[in-house]
């Protein structure tokens, strides 16, 4: 079945640093991925998606690339801020499917 | 703020007890998800409802059934509960329940069993 592989955490970073998230999917056919975050305490906010391959998802300076060649979508930010802090979810929903198979999710932590 | 709400916020409950765990979606959505989080099994799809008929169920206990109303809350209730059952419960909602559709989550249930 359709399935998603995070990298684990939890990431530890400093302000201001470069973020990246490794996700990589198994799935047939042409699923729609997605990158949802849970800050503390809170539920789960859609972050950035993407439909087809090499469509680039991007929101609050988050990115992430559709790459179907290497089954992945990464999820990258350039300078992390300590509101960053969160546990960041990556997830599919597959063809002729229609609920969403998540990551294990990956615990952020931003320190001043 | 997704416009999807939860309620409770929190529930404690005991062994053997059963709870309702209630569900709105966002105005105009038609279709209702529920999932399940929890330590071991991460976050998992229980069933989802599609203008008040059940259209896919994932791994959704016996003990546990959901029903979508006229209004189109939707309500996970859960029976016989375990202290296993203990996680948080998340409602998701989207505009037409087809496949690969963006879904928006509400705040979650809080449930404890003790």
């Known amino acids: 079945g359709d399935s998603v592989t995070q990298m684990e955490g939890p990431v530890t970073l400093s302000e201001e640093a470069f973020l990246t998230i490794n996700c990589t999917y198994t799935?047939?056919?042409?699923?729609?991925l997605f990158w949802y975050v849970q800050y503390p305490g809170e539920g789960l906010q859609l972050l950035l998606k993407?439909?087809?391959?090499?469509d680039k998802g991007s929101n609050k300076g988050f990115e992430a690339t559709y790459r179907k060649e290497t089954t992945s979508f990464h999820l990258e930010k350039g300078s992390v801020q300590v509101s960053d802090s969160a546990v960041y979810f990556c997830?599919?929903?597959?063809?002729?499917?229609?609920?969403?198979?998540f990551g294990a999710g990956t615990t952020v932590t931003v320190r001043a | 703020d997704s416009g999807v709400t939860q309620t409770p916020k929190h529930l404690i409950t005991a062994t053997g007890q059963r709870v309702t765990l209630r569900c709105s979606p966002r105005?105009?959505?038609?279709?209702v998800y529920w999932y399940q989080q929890s330590l071991d099994q991460g976050l998992q799809f229980l069933i989802q409802?599609?203008?008040?008929?059940?259209?896919a169920k994932g791994n959704i206990l016996e003990r546990f059934s959901a029903q979508q109303f006229p209004d189109l809350h939707s309500e996970l209730n859960l029976s016989s509960l375990e202290l296993g059952d203990s996680a948080l419960y998340f409602c998701?909602?989207?505009?037409?329940?087809?496949?690969?559709?963006?879904?928006?989550f509400g705040p979650g249930t809080r449930l404890l069993v003790l």
């Open positions: 998701a909602s989207s505009e037409d329940g087809t496949e690969q559709e963006t879904q928006y």
């Open positions: 799935a047939t056919g042409y699923p729609s």
């Open positions: 993407a439909t087809k391959a090499d």
């Open positions: 997830a599919l929903s597959g063809f002729n499917d229609y609920k969403l198979s």
């Open positions: 105005s105009g959505d038609l279709s």
């Open positions: 409802y599609y203008n008040g008929e059940e259209r």
